[in-house]
């Protein structure tokens, strides 16, 4: 099973800022990466998908880069609304696994 | 739109089983997997499964074999999801998600939230 790590656990941002949020996979997956944005209460949203498409309706300060193991979601100028948990997911081999998490919350 | 509507809230005793289902509609339902993730209070995401709604294939985490099943009805664009066996540990909110591309899932339907307690 392939593993996947967020880091930081906890980012805390000023409103404006950039935020750089990392995941990291156990083995390759190319670029089956996608980024979930959860707010308290709901369920997630797809920020990015193929590693680093945005998806429909989803802001232009958000992206994402990687491949392989190493994957990077950027938030380049943090907005109210942007405070939340973000969610790496891994799919390889018909199995899917996501990171533990990076909780943005206001410095 | 398309919309991933669930059913409603479940109580249950450790050792019972819980099926929740997952009324999918705004586009063809075989067309697109359903992904089955849970998330235990305050804590992270955690991949269960998918099936195929056209072929009615499946696929899950090793740590739900032999606990869950999923299954579907194409006539009311349904799909369903059910794990026995259920102890405390499994008490989560469980969530339906369509498939979309490079195995991410676009649309998520509202949570269902099982309780399991003696």
């Known amino acids: 099973e392939i593993v996947m790590t967020q880091s930081p656990a906890t980012l805390s941002v000023s409103p404006g800022e950039r935020a750089t949020l990392s995941c990291r996979a156990s083995q390759s997956v190319s670029s089956n990466l996608a980024w979930y944005q959860q707010k308290p209460g709901q369920a997630p949203r797809l920020l990015i998908y193929g590693a680093s498409t945005r998806a429909t309706g989803i802001p232009a300060r958000f992206s994402g880069s990687g491949s392989g193991t190493e994957f990077t979601l950027t938030i380049s100028s943090l907005q109210s609304e942007d405070f939340a948990v973000y969610y790496c997911q891994q799919y390889n081999n018909w199995l899917f696994t996501f990171g533990p998490g990076t909780k943005v919350d206001i410095k | 739109q398309v919309q991933l509507v669930q059913s409603g809230a479940e109580v249950k005793k450790p050792g019972a089983s819980v099926k929740v289902s997952c009324k999918a509609s705004?586009?063809?339902?075989?067309?697109?997997?359903i992904n089955w993730v849970r998330q235990a209070t305050g804590q992270g995401l955690e991949w269960m499964g998918w099936?195929?709604?056209?072929?009615?294939?499946?696929g899950c985490a090793q740590k739900f074999q032999g606990r869950v099943t999923m299954t579907r009805n194409t006539s009311i664009s349904t799909a369903y999801m059910e794990l026995s066996s259920l102890r405390s540990e499994d008490t989560a909110v469980y969530y339906c998600?369509?498939?979309?591309?490079?195995?991410?899932?676009?649309?998520w339907g509202q949570g269902t939230l099982v309780t399991v307690s003696s």
């Open positions: 705004g586009y063809t339902f075989t067309s697109y997997d």
């Open positions: 099936m195929n709604p056209n072929s009615g294939n499946t």
């Open positions: 998600a369509k498939a979309y591309t490079y195995g991410s899932t676009d649309y």
